[in-house]
């Protein structure tokens, strides 16, 4: 008997947690974005508003405005991440003693604090003893003198720098991971009929790695999403509202301006973003599976 | 001839990606023991300092009390999520448990969910608990975003290990725990090591709760950063030093389970 209800019993520690520390918030705040919840006029939460919070967002052009520079700043990182991870991962795959070294130092930029990560690239990019604002400047005269953050696209790239500095190197550990486990006889098949290293890489590798790439796209779409740390310690969603995400936003309605309800609701609508890109991903890699086993 | 450009042309690119990977993390560690003045100079040609050191360990700044804060809630949040994680993650992989499939999918899909969505009910619940700005407050949110990741990894060291072992040790009569301590445990160690160095390094780094649920007492070292944007500017010198104080003890980590760590964080995602 005691044996039969171990399996359960191993789970129900693990299990409280995430029940303590994720279900019951989420709850929580669900039940919130339906209530007018202004902690700067009460302390108690107030009357249920129904869809009156969601409904406000949708008119707000700050709102608005977080979800297009989400866009702008999850499309650009991933798109990056991915051609950069999976070129690297492409060149680390071969063996050699630099090879080994830089697989060595990719795993530091993973390992930074991303907050300290935008601190650092902040001091770099100042327009008067940033190293690379002058750096640039030197090497190609007509960057020189250039407001790097205080230019809306200037800084919103830069944004997106730090955020492909930081994932690249895990999504390329990933891509290793995968050319590792796809077979090698058909690529030197190939290469023995003649075929170009680039033809072996776009008609052979790469329909075999589709499977990894989504997984990745995944991932790295989830953690762009949540990206917060950066723009507080980089732009601070400057200048202006340029580089305001969405997750900056929540931040700012509900921990500047103390809306609850409102922030809740915004909180959910990015959650509700999260868990669609998933699924439509989850689908899409179902039904490739489906294709490689068939 | 084609051979040898190529190969000149990979090693390019290597030490080019190198680089950029490095460059910010050493232009940091220059300023962290540079004197004010060189620090905002881009000469390399300075007489090294540990004054940026000395300082931000004193008043006002206090860093040391940030790094005690930052050690504590990272070794609590790894001292419990660590163990409760590997007891689920043996059962996930080793037995068909009814649902199983759908509670590890939901453990998981929590990983899906924006931190700051569960960082307002938190914020709500500490405040009239009067637990904001404690050290406990961090803890409970931290195993919120560590747990379910921990379980996956976890499950992914216990999934590579043969069960043979296990079921040779049960016909001897061994009881389920005693294989779980006397076989899986020390097979499954470094995993679970790896799995623990990471859930530290998240913890260590992680900013957005600290922010949020910290002031002044339990103040972590990410937030400390913020601390040196003052009326008269942001003060890099100090910030580099703290920078240092926060990426040393990591790397130091990161490169000690360099080997495993490759394959932990690639594992679960791959399969």
Known sequence: MRERLLPHFLLVPAFLIVLATTIYPLAYSLVTSFR???????????????????????????FLNSLWVTTVFVVSSVVLTLVFAFSMALLLRRTGRLHTFTRIILILPFAMSPALIGVSYRFMFNPEFGVLAKGLGQLFPVLEGIPWLADPDLAMGILVATDVWHWTPYMTFMCLGGLASIPKETEEAARVDGASNLRIIFEIVLPQMKGVLLVTAVLKTIFALKMFDQVVTLTGGGPGISTETLAFFIFNVGFKWFDMGYASALAWILTLIM??????????LLSERKVVAA | MRNQILWLVERALLLVISGIVIFPITWMFLTAFKQPRDAYSLSLDFTPTIQNFITV???????????????????VTVAISVPCASLAAYSFSRFRVRGRKFLFFLI????????VVIVLPFFLMFRSLGLLDTRIALIIVNLAIVTPFVIWMIKGFIDAIPVDSEEAAMIDGASRLRVIKDIVLPMAAPGILTSAIFCFILTWNEFLFALILSRSDAVTLPVGLVSFRTERGDLWELMSAAGVMITVPIFVMALFIQKHFTRGMTAGAVK
Do not use: C, H
């Open chain 1, 36 to 62: 007018e919840w202004d902690l700067t006029k009460q302390r108690r939460p107030g009357d249920f508003v129904g869809l009156g919070n969601y409904l406000e967002a949708a008119t707000e052009s700050a």
């Open chain 1, 275 to 284: 868990m669609a890109i998933s699924a439509w991903y989850v689908r899409m």
């Open chain 2, 57 to 75: 360990f004193s008043e006002p700044w206090n860093l040391g009390d940030m790094v005690f804060n930052s050690v504590v809630v990272a070794v």
């Open chain 2, 108 to 115: 998981l899909s929590t990983q899906f969910i924006p931190a």
